[in-house]
């Protein structure tokens, strides 16, 4: 095999372009034996599997993949057997795992296939013995490191062997992307002048235009053939397999349009293979995303949508709570009376044994006042008694007077009732007598409840619904009306198996709670309100959208059904 044969030329040329290659091999099949025209390999390459695929492949119509240890094989006729006994490019690369990664370089194989036909064909005398070859000029260009001098050095060099005064080229990456000009072979003077450079950009657009028009699906409608669309008054527009359109105009030529668009056509793939091999993964992934509009935003958009509902997320239940002191001490009157005074009222700190208010005694102290006088005059009886030594009548007046006793300190002790006082120290949380005064109270009527201040716990009302999924222990958080943007921890303790009576709705169930690591410089009221969350566990986000019309579904149709 010549080192410097066309195959090994390409090959030398057309796999640093590809991405993730370690070994190429172009063969030609003579009778049922592979016979290698060129190779390509980094260190450690095995020239000999090469062949052995090959062997396989040579009956294939189109490209084929397979794969072996850690190895992936590729192989894509470059000739038809009716040209040179067909021949073929077999690559070698390390494991490809991903789908897209091999569609990507099926793509530059046959992107590069459709170079080495047109170099076999038309390289020897695309414009004369007297011109360079075009090899040389291809090999020219891709030894330049930067694009944008590759490309000007490319138009420079062509409108030479063409024999123009100036070269354009403009590339405009899909349908509905810019156009803009590449390079431009006197471009000392055009560069300068805004207006040629917008007039050459004018003039291309019909080209390009009628190019995406003419555009269509090869047979199996999945790449595109390099055409020329275009190739009035020395214009050439051809697209590459991207989707790209390459735009060459070439002014006052004197070279025949039909040598200028072989090529150009032989051009076009070297410049799409460059072009793609600069490009950032960012831009690939635009370019083919503008490619495939509006079917891959389509698909992208419901791809997006199945893996959103198949993320896990924290599932949390949702519940109205109120906090309530652990424990609640009624102040209720002692007897029917009135109100004389009110000392505090709902929200009020008192402290213990503070006075909260006072009923009326005037009654009481009336009746204490005429006991006291009957218990003097039957003191009184009782010792002249004694002195008249009369003993039955002593025992009467004694006993009398043991009675009015009794009957005084009744009066005493509903008089010491009438002071409601604190029982502990706390808060009020419920009663207020400051605008009721003179105001009957039963017997038995609950006027204030106390609660301990700074000991709470918090009552949760939870939807029957969510009941299954509530454990003692679970954790949550709590969101006060007070202070919305400040989040309490709590504890569920303890579940109730009695519903709430509510008023239309679902039944709601009782669940205390315990707040725990409450900030110092929080103030807490016995009766504030809030939501609470609490955490039942993580579940998709299509469950947690769709379980409760689900659950609704299921229980219609068990009851509608015999």
């Known amino acids: 095999m010549a080192p410097n044969s066309l195959a090994s030329q390409w090959l030398q040329r057309l796999c640093p372009m590809l991405p993730k290659i370690d070994e190429a091999l172009v063969v030609v099949m003579r009778g049922r034996e592979a016979v290698a025209l060129g190779h390509w390999a980094k260190p450690g390459g095995d020239e000999q599997a090469l062949l052995r695929f090959a062997q396989l492949a040579a009956n294939s119509p189109s490209e084929r993949f397979v794969q072996r240890g850690n190895r992936d094989f590729f192989a894509l006729p470059l000739m038809s057997k009716g040209d040179d006994g067909g021949e073929f490019v077999v690559v070698a690369t390390t494991h490809l795992a991903e789908a897209k990664t091999r569609d990507s370089l099926a793509k530059f194989l046959k992107a590069g296939a459709v170079w080495y036909q047109l170099l076999k064909h038309n390289a020897p005398a695309a414009v004369g013995a007297a011109q360079p070859p075009i090899a040389e000029l291809i090999a020219e260009f891709i030894a330049i490191d930067r694009l944008p001098s590759a490309h000007t050095v490319l138009v420079s060099r062509l409108a030479k062997q063409v024999r123009c005064d100036q070269i354009a080229l403009v590339y405009q990456p899909n349908r509905s992307a810019k156009a803009r000009v590449l390079a431009i072979s006197d471009a000392a003077k055009v560069w300068q002048q805004a207006d040629a450079v917008q007039g050459l950009l004018l003039q291309a657009k019909p080209a390009l235009a009628q190019a995406f028009d003419a555009q269509s699906p090869v047979a199996d409608g999945s790449d595109r053939d390099v055409r020329s669309p275009s190739t009035d008054d020395g214009a050439l527009a051809v697209l590459d397999h991207w989707g790209g359109c390459w735009y060459l105009l070439a002014d006052d030529g004197q070279a025949a349009p039909a040598e200028i668009a072989s090529l150009w056509q032989a051009l076009v793939p070297v410049l799409a293979l460059r072009q793609q091999a600069s490009l950032s993964p960012l831009a690939k992934a635009r370019g083919l995303i503008n490619r495939h509009k509006p079917r891959y935003w389509l698909w992208l958009l419901l791809a997006a949508v199945i893996v959103l509902l198949a993320l896990p997320m924290d599932y949390r239940i949702s519940a109205q709570a109120e906090l309530e002191g652990i424990t609640q001490r009624a102040v209720v009157a002692p007897a029917d009376g009135f109100v004389r005074s009110s000392f505090f009222r709902a929200g009020d700190i008192v402290n213990k044994g503070d006075l909260i208010a006072q009923l009326d005694d005037d009654e009481l102290k009336l009746e204490q006042k005429q006991i006291g006088n009957e218990i003097a005059e039957l003191d009184r009886q009782y010792r002249q008694a004694l002195v008249d030594s009369d003993l039955s009548q002593s025992r009467v007046v004694k006993s009398q007077l043991a009675q009015s006793q009794a009957q005084l300190d009744i009066i005493e002790h509903r008089l010491g009732r009438t002071q409601l006082i604190a ?66 921890g709590f504890v569920v303790e303890r579940i109730a198996h009695v519903a709430e009576a509510q008023a239309g709705g679902p039944q709601k169930y009782r669940v205390e709670a315990t707040l725990s690591d409450l900030p110092a410089e929080l103030v807490l009221q016995p009766g504030m309100q809030g939501v609470a969350k609490v955490d039942a566990g993580r579940r998709n986000l299509i469950w947690v959208l769709l379980h409760r019309p689900w659950h609704w579904l299921v229980l219609k149709w068990w009851a509608i059904t015999p």
């Open 423 to 488: 029982p502990f120290a706390g808060v009020i949380i419920q009663g207020d007598l400051t605008r009721s005064e003179g105001a009957p109270v039963d017997k038995g009527q609950v006027l204030f409840e106390i609660a301990p201040a700074g000991e709470f716990r918090l009552v949760l009302l939870v939807d029957e619904r969510n009941m299954a999924h509530l454990t003692p222990g679970s954790a949550g958080d709590l969101y006060l009306n007070t202070q919305p943007g400040q989040g309490l």
